[in-house]
């Protein structure tokens, strides 16, 4: 008898101790082996933001603070300070770091410009490379190599790097990050690439085709999906794209989810339905297609995010609103991590 009682007090007391730990989108998502998170900016160094942070990111990625102009203003100095501060965070809360980016047409310094021959361009780019992958080696779990490089109509984006060196910069680039970091996991970025039958997702995933084929080292490929309630959405199409990159063992990353609603629309209750529907069909993609590792929102405030700057007309695209609460969304994605 009083064994029974004992195990059943252990029962209790083990059940009672399990329910007492709070259950959040991170650690739901952390225990389907999803990586799920946001973009930050100097919210991360804000106690308030970091446990909102923490609620909701097993894997974090900086907005602006790893991009060209912000690490490294100048061909000399590198910014590291922002950087290895948000990494302590996330390495004392257990949350993974993504590197977002290191070649890009935008946000690049101004000495930068000045680079105007091939051999100028492909010593920027070692030296960039090699420079971050020494300093953040072990600590970065994926990085953007390269962001954006196709147009629209399926052709490369006629960057500096492109129009310099060609079509290789990308395979280049690979090349040396990987021999900087081979545990690193190494991804092309873009957006509109995320439908099957679009012609930048079809140019995007023949090119990756091509370089998997000869043996490039790329892992994946990250689809932006800054989405609006006011354009197609498709997922049969996205699905099929994800799984044809399944068939050639990439893998993807839903890397800057946002969905916006034109201005006259934040009150209507169907356009808001239809928000948080589009934001829950993606996770629901992400979760249930193997191959895509991490659902990343490009910010989680209405307050703060890029959208109404870059889109004029459009906003509320996150999942906190204006006053920093909470939206349905967010408890929407909560429950289909159940
Ligand atoms: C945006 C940031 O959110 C803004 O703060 C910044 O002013 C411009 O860049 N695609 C990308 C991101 O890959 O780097 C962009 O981020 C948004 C579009």
């Known amino acids: 008898m009083k064994k029974i009682l004992l195990a059943l007090s252990v029962l209790v ?12 989108i991170a650690s739901r998502a952390s225990k389907k082996g999803l990586d799920i998170g946001t973009a930050f900016g100097s919210d991360i160094f804000n106690p308030e933001d970091q446990e909102r942070i923490k609620e909701f990111s097993n894997i974090l990625v900086a907005e602006n603070f790893m991009k060209c102009a912000n690490l490294r203003p100048n061909a000399k100095f590198w910014n590291w300070s922002d950087i290895d501060h948000a990494i ?3 390495q004392a809360n257990n949350i993974q770091m993504k590197f977002h980016t290191m070649f890009w047409h935008q946000q690049n310094s101004s000495f930068v410009s000045n680079i105007s ?17 020494e300093h953040l080696k072990g600590k970065i ?19 500096k790097w492109y129009n310099l060196i060609g079509e ?3 395979a280049h680039a690979l090349t040396v990050a990987r021999s900087c ?8 970025n873009e957006y509109n690439n995320e439908c099957v039958g679009y012609p930048k997702a079809d140019a995007m995933f023949n090119f990756v085709k091509k370089l998997k084929e000869s043996g490039v080292p790329i892992d994946g490929i990250g689809m932006q999906l800054h989405l609006s309630t006011d354009l197609p959405f498709n997922p049969d199409a996205i699905r099929a794209n994800c799984r044809r990159y399944a068939d050639i063992g990439i893998e993807i990353s839903f890397s800057e989810v946002d969905v916006r609603l034109p201005a006259s629309k934040f009150n209507d209750e169907a356009e808001v339905k239809k928000q948080e529907e589009i934001y829950t069909t993606l996770l629901d993609i992400a979760l249930t297609e193997p191959n895509v590792k991490s659902f990343i929102v490009w910010g989680m405030y209405d307050r703060t995010n890029w959208v109404p700057a870059t889109f004029g007309g459009y906003g509320n695209a ?3 609103d204006m006053e920093y609460n909470k939206k349905p969304v967010y408890n929407a994605l909560f429950e289909k991590l159940k």
Do not use: W
């Not at 920027?124 to 971050?132: A, C, G, N, R, V």
């Open 13 to 24: 007391l083990a059940f009672a101790l399990t329910s007492c730990e709070k259950e959040t």
């Open 88 to 90: 302590e965070f996330a």
């Open 117 to 133: 021959t091939k051999e100028d361009a492909l010593a920027f780019m070692d030296d960039h490379i090699k420079t971050i992958m």
């Open 141 to 159: 779990k994926v990085y953007d190599v390269v962001n954006e490089m196709f147009e629209e109509d399926g052709s490369f984006r006629q960057s």
């Open 168 to 170: 290789e910069y990308l």
């Open 181 to 188: 970091d081979p545990d690193a996991k190494l991804y092309l």
């Open 318 to 320: 996150c999942i906190y």
